[in-house]
């Protein structure tokens, strides 16, 4: 399906089943996502949870039922998410909602959801809020949280001699939350450490030079990154020609997921400590299978918005599977402990706070071949990297829980 088509506003219904059965015979699941705002990484979502429809349904569907996807393109801005959504429930009757990409869309879907008591399964976003301060009973959140791979992150960090911190991170709900969570570990395990220079750059509007010569003018010993995107490149390509990572550890979120990864080339900087995802080098049973699916489907290697995309489908089956139905009270009940299988292992939603454990993905950033790679990559299980039960009770609302 080509990409001009998932840049439009207009529905996209998904049904892959055999001619002849009436809509009586199909699950309605509400789908969207940033497709014309960010088409670098949701157009890969977007062939994932294609992939993962025509894997169930060409096996019987779920409860005998075939998914149906009707999919919407929310722009990125949070008034076309909320529009997107009363449309998808009230006009197209969708048994739930799922999708999104940016934090802050996501936060305005899930409140949504509260008000209008409809299961909303989160897929790409990453803020914390989700699960927590905004949390809410309606909501859960499927790929792995900010606090999850920054306290990993802020642990490695914390054993290096540098005291003197930079960071930054795009002024919005996943920058904000992912230096944060940051800054509050490395504080906690290593008190003597100070944060000397916090830039925020709008999203997508990074002024590199003046940013990275303040940076260095902070003379800060490591750097914290939470840019993706076309703001990365613009960091890396200005912190390279300055020379703000020379003799500078840098540790970044999103770094090594392929759909920023590769624009950056002989460019990526190497030494970074970075997550990711190096789906080429995963060589276990299940995701084997996967990428040689996807890649058989669209003649590319998956990326990172792909196995959401993938994993976000078969969670729903569980869900819906497990509920017997898609009554949101059910549904609610179902998928609080329901564990799935995904490419990179299985996956449960914790109860408590409706977060899951998807794993990540740490390595070093090298160039080979004129291309960025990780390397000395490990696998973190998320179910080791979550709060304990009584933090998340004091951040989460009581409501949230019932």
Same mark, same amino acid.
């Given at each position: 399906?080509?990409?001009?088509?998932? &840049?439009?506003?207009?529905?996209?219904?998904l049904a892959?089943?055999?001619f +002849?059965h009436?809509? #009586?015979?199909?699950?309605?699941?509400?789908?969207?996502?940033?497709?014309?705002?960010?088409?670098q990484s949701?157009?890969?979502?977007?062939?994932?949870?294609?992939?993962?429809?025509?894997e169930?349904?060409?096996a019987?569907?779920?409860?005998?039922? &075939?998914?149906?996807v009707?999919?919407?393109?929310?722009? $990125?801005?949070p008034?076309?998410?909320l529009?997107?959504?009363?449309?998808?429930?009230?006009?197209?009757?969708?048994?739930?909602?799922?999708?999104?990409?940016?934090?802050?869309?996501?936060?305005?879907?899930?409140?949504?959801? @509260?008000?209008?008591?409809?299961?909303?399964?989160?897929?790409q976003?990453?803020?914390?809020?989700?699960v927590?301060?905004?949390?809410?009973?309606?909501?859960?959140?499927?790929? @792995?949280?900010?606090?999850?791979?920054?306290?990993?992150?802020?642990?490695?960090a914390?054993?290096?001699?540098?005291?003197?911190?930079?960071?930054?991170?795009? @002024?919005y709900?996943?920058?904000?939350?992912?230096?944060? +969570?940051?800054r509050? %570990?490395?504080?906690?395990?290593?008190?003597?450490?100070?944060?000397?220079?916090?830039?925020?750059?709008?999203? $997508?509007?990074?002024? #590199?030079g003046?940013?990275?010569?303040?940076?260095?003018?902070?003379?800060?010993?490591?750097?914290? @990154?939470?840019?993706?995107?076309a703001?990365?490149?613009?960091?890396?390509?200005?912190?390279?020609?300055?020379?703000?990572?020379?003799?500078?550890?840098?540790?970044?979120?999103?770094?090594?997921?392929?759909? =920023?990864?590769?624009?950056?080339?002989?460019?990526?900087?190497?030494?970074?400590?970075?997550?990711?995802?190096?789906? %080429?080098?995963?060589?276990?049973?299940?995701?084997?299978?996967?990428?040689?699916?996807?890649?058989?489907? =669209?003649?590319?290697?998956?990326?990172?918005?792909?196995?959401? $995309?993938?994993s976000?489908?078969?969670?729903?089956?569980?869900i819906?599977?497990?509920? +017997?139905?898609?009554?949101?009270?059910a549904?609610?009940?179902?998928? &609080?402990?329901?564990?799935f299988d995904t490419?990179?292992?299985?996956?449960?939603?914790?109860?408590?706070?409706?977060?899951?454990?998807?794993?990540?993905?740490? $390595?070093?950033? #090298?160039?080979?071949? +004129?291309?960025?790679?990780?390397?000395?990559?490990?696998? =973190?299980?998320?179910?080791?990297?979550?709060?304990?039960?009584?933090?998340?009770?004091t951040l &989460?609302?009581?409501?949230?829980?019932?």
């Amino acid at each position: 399906m080509k990409g001009s088509i998932c &840049r439009t506003a207009m529905a996209l219904t998904l049904a892959l089943w055999p001619f +002849g059965h009436a809509l #009586a015979d199909s699950i309605r699941i509400g789908e969207m996502s940033s497709y014309s705002a960010n088409p670098q990484s949701t157009d890969s979502y977007r062939k994932g949870w294609e992939l993962a429809v025509k894997e169930i349904n060409a096996a019987g569907g779920v409860l005998g039922k &075939r998914l149906e996807v009707v999919s919407r393109d929310d722009t $990125g801005r949070p008034d076309a998410a909320l529009r997107a959504a009363q449309e998808l429930v009230t006009n197209e009757k969708v048994a739930l909602l799922t999708g999104t990409y940016l934090s802050h869309v996501a936060v305005a879907v899930a409140d949504f959801a @509260n008000t209008n008591k409809i299961f909303f399964l989160v897929g790409q976003p990453q803020s914390d809020a989700l699960v927590w301060e905004r949390g809410n009973r309606y909501t859960f959140r499927l790929f @792995n949280s900010n606090n999850s791979q920054v306290l990993a992150l802020a642990k490695m960090a914390s054993e290096l001699p540098a005291k003197r911190w930079a960071t930054i991170a795009p @002024n919005y709900e996943f920058g904000q939350s992912a230096v944060a +969570g940051f800054r509050q %570990e490395l504080k906690r395990l290593r008190p003597d450490v100070e944060f000397v220079n916090e830039q925020w750059p709008a999203l $997508g509007k990074l002024e #590199a030079g003046s940013t990275v010569q303040a940076m260095i003018a902070a003379r800060p010993d490591a750097v914290f @990154n939470a840019t993706f995107g076309a703001d990365l490149a613009k960091f890396v390509r200005e912190g390279n020609m300055r020379g703000l990572f020379e003799g500078r550890e840098v540790f970044s979120v999103l770094t090594g997921l392929p759909e =920023y990864l590769e624009p950056l080339g002989d460019e990526a900087p190497e030494g970074w400590i970075v997550t990711g995802y190096p789906a %080429e080098q995963i060589d276990t049973p299940a995701h084997k299978a996967f990428r040689e699916a996807y890649e058989k489907a =669209y003649g590319l290697s998956p990326k990172v918005g792909s196995l959401i $995309g993938y994993s976000e489908m078969q969670a729903i089956k569980a869900i819906v599977e497990k509920a +017997g139905g898609t009554d949101t009270e059910a549904l609610i009940a179902a998928a &609080r402990g329901v564990t799935f299988d995904t490419p990179v292992g299985p996956v449960t939603f914790r109860p408590q706070d409706h977060q899951s454990t998807f794993g990540f993905f740490i $390595g070093k950033l #090298a160039v080979e071949n +004129g291309a960025g790679k990780m390397v000395d990559w490990k696998f =973190y299980d998320g179910a080791d990297y979550q709060l304990p039960d009584d933090v998340v009770k004091t951040l &989460r609302p009581e409501a949230a829980t019932r």
